[in-house]
DNA sequence: GAGCACTGC
């Protein structure tokens, strides 16, 4: 029996405690006289608001500042308020603060214009793939660092900012790595386009960077494009939630850090007596531990995966039947990415009186999603973490202890609204055990995209770049090699001209973007553009395990025999038919919602699908204005299968003697994943997408091709081999 | 015959 169930959480000593402060949220008059006066009381109450004058001084002393301010800080709504009214968008100037997360954008968007009393896309904006609620006057504009990336492609010296902000850095995303150390580099040339020569402030900025591999990388690229323009400096303002400030300070030349303090609720920490050896069954008896113990308040349990979560669900509500009556008012509540979004939503209905809810959630619950009413927080310390094995071009997809910086995220969920608990469920000397923070992204994902970006941007030499956290070398060899592979790079590793330029235009993947230039040379570019974007989405297919029989039916409907991409064709120009037969005359509501209903029928999830249909129309209009032949093959199936062979060579694997597959790349033996439509007959020879280990290693999204083709459409890989 | 955390252009 694990130690909690009697009783064994004991205080921690290092609590959560944090300054108190209160707010009333009364309900929302928009455009009210009251309603001003309720938003214009909320600003003042915010802890940023006693310091604006000093954070604008800052702002003007220090061409970089790092911001750590603690959640309910307020900064992220603020502090553009404010440099807006100290006049940094003067001569039609903008302020851009970025994201990691589309929904952050648009919600603070939202959120400031509504504060500032304009129309959003007006002063204040947003801007997102697909979405872009900006004009000509926006000052304020929120965005993804995805999105400032790719503008940056554009227009290198970022001119029309005259201050970046780029929010939650501490989540580290590739995205925002890359993001720092390109305005790091933006922010030196501006400074110098300027006075000609460095400025004293900026000397200490440059001092870290590696001004010796000047010659090819972005200075002498942007000096050749923006000759003879001057531009003001860049103020660049780096956010972060984290105690690891000293990061990206030291990174920016000990640039200026300052605190903003947060208001949190205090969140008692307890943790287990001894070790567990089954968290799962720990988190249930914790679960009905806060059930019966403890005052009223929703419970938040973290679970690493769907499979945990309904087996967790399953068992809680067998459990409660065994309660006495007077206890049984407790309902489980799950929420995972994939579930569809109305099954999402049951998380913010409020719970209904006497009862106690428990969310069980993965990580979802950790940013991305904020649920109201938490009191307690049960954390197992585990999660699900995505790597990726350079050298074997391999994901993995595995459960692993949650870092120090993690856990401290989860307990938070538990003093949004009042004081709370959080059960750790582990000792106390195990979290001092725990990595400080999770490994950055960059460290752990394949590297091709962010290097085609890098040298699209004028960096060649991306081993010596001034990375805030440099990949393994072994990454960056193998992803420069894949991309000489796919023709995207000379051999003096330079961007390839027009391949390489094209490739970097595209926001896909590097290899997916290769396949439409391919396809348009084998006259099926249409049928590529549909497979692309399905592959860049989240699984199209949704069965639930209550009718995975019927799931299995629907999808045999679409099945092709030549594999999982014609399948996925199949799919996408079954929904165009229906939506060609019915949307006329029907309103775009109208139209979404039988789209809806025709993927409820035929078990497609209708998110991913979308997102297909966005990613189709935004990379055929980038394909267009390449001037890449938009071609059908039509029936010629045999065409798009070569053009297949041609784009995935690097991914062909051959049949052994035991049903096994021999990837040819890396040697490596994979197995067919069950849920694609080739795992039954099993072909000689094929070509795959994705390598990813879970239980086994495992391929996905395959179609069947002649071994001959490799040799005949790729010889500089495979008779180069032999 | 398995099962896939989360983002983003």
Known sequence: MPSMAQGGFRNSTDNLKRKVNFSNHSPRKPHSFARRQEIAQQRKSLPISAVEKRLIEEVRNNNILIIVGETGSGKTTQLPQFLFNAGFCRDGKVIGITQP??????????????????????????????EDETSSSTRIKYMTDGLLLREALLDPYLSRYSVIIVDEAHERTVHTD??????????????????????????????????GNESGGLGSSIIKQCQGRKYPPLKLIVMSASLDACVFSEYFGSAKALHIQGRQFPVDILYTLQAESDYIDAALITIFQIHLEEGPGDVLVFLTGQEEIESVERLVQERVQQLPEGSRKLLTVPIFSSLPSEQQMRVFSPTPAGFRKVILATNIAETSVTIPGIKYVVDPGFVKARSYDPLKGMESLIIVPTSKAQALQRSGRAGREGPGKCFRLYPESEFAKLEDSTKPEIKR???????????????????????????LRAAIVKSLEQLFLLGALTDECKLSDPVGHQMARLPLD?????????????????????????????????????????????????????????????????????????????????????????????FINYRSLRHARGIYSQIRGHAEQMGLRLSSCGEDKLQFRRCLASSFFLNAALKQPEGTYRALASGQVVQIHPSSVLFQPKPECIIFNELVQTNNKYIRNITKIDYLWLTELAPHYYIMQN
């Not at 993001?179 to 110098?192: H, I, P, T």
């Not at 199209?540 to 014609?566: N, V």
Request: proline content about 2%; hydrophobic content about 40%; charged content about 30%.
């Open 101 to 130: 997360r589309r929904v952050a954008a648009i919600t603070v968007a939202k959120r400031v214009a509504e504060e500032c009393g304009v129309e959003l896309g007006q002063k204040v904006g947003y801007s997102i793939r697909f």
């Open 445 to 471: 994902c394949n590297l091709s995209n962010v290097i085609l970006q890098l040298k699209a941007l004028g960096i060649d030499d991306i081993i010596g770049f001034d990375f805030l956290e440099k990949p």
């Open 510 to 602: 590097p290899i997916y973007s290769k396949s439409l230039i391919l396809a348009s040379q084998f006259n099926c570019l249409e049928e590529m553009l549909i497979t692309v974007s399905m592959l860049s989405v989240e699984s199209i297919f949704y069965a639930p395990r209550e009718k995975l029989e019927e799931a299995r039916i629907a999808m045999k409907c679409f099945a092709s025999s030549d594999g999982d991409h014609l399948t996925l064709i199949n799919v996408y120009r079954a929904s165009e038919e229906f939506l060609e037969t019915r949307k006329l005359g029907l309103s775009k509501d109208k139209a979404e919602k039988i789209m809806g209903k025709w993927c409820k029928e035929n």
């Open 178 to 211: 890359v993001l720092l150390a390109l305005l790091k580099k933006v922010q030196y040339e501006r400074s110098k386009s300027v006075s000609g020569h460095v400025h004293d402030d900026n000397k200490k900025v440059g001092s870290g960077m590696t001004l």
